[in-house]
């Protein structure tokens, strides 16, 4: 199972995340960090879902090809989150999504959910210009 761990972060981004979270409440909604790091097989079997696997296709990325997996310190580059109300978290609530968007942006990360193209992930947030070290 992915980590929802700050700690699996690399420096950079953790640190990004807790300023975002600070953005967030500063904006008037909480947050939740639900993915952190991602195995390799796990990214594995996310690709495959909609695909070879049943389902519908969440993700673009092979495993290594995500800044959810590890680099070779361990860390991941990216994070998932969902916008929280009232201690629900609010899925399809597009004002609470783009209200998060605007927080993680505002703190310099990349949100997902301005991606080009047919695939936007509206919970995803990496460092600006997907810059890490691998």
Not at 97 to 114: D, F, H, K, Q, S
Request: proline fraction near 3%.
């Amino acid at each position: 199972m992915a980590s929802r761990s700050l700690d699996d972060l690399a420096p950079r981004v953790r640190a990004a995340a807790l300023a975002f979270e600070g953005e967030c409440k500063r904006r008037g909604i909480d947050v939740l960090i639900y993915c952190t790091l991602r195995s390799n097989a796990e990214q594995t079997a996310l690709y495959a879902q909609g695909r070879t696997a049943p389902g519908r296709i969440v993700t673009c990325a092979r495993a290594g090809q995500s800044l959810h997996n590890p680099d070779t310190s361990g860390h991941a580059w990216a994070f998932d989150a969902v916008p929280v109300i009232g201690g629900k978290a609010m899925w399809a609530d597009d004002d609470a999504i783009n209200i998060m968007g605007a927080a993680g942006e505002a703190v310099g990360l990349e949100w997902a959910g301005r991606w080009a193209g047919k695939f936007k992930e509206r919970a995803h947030f990496q460092m600006k210009g997907g810059i890490y070290e691998r």
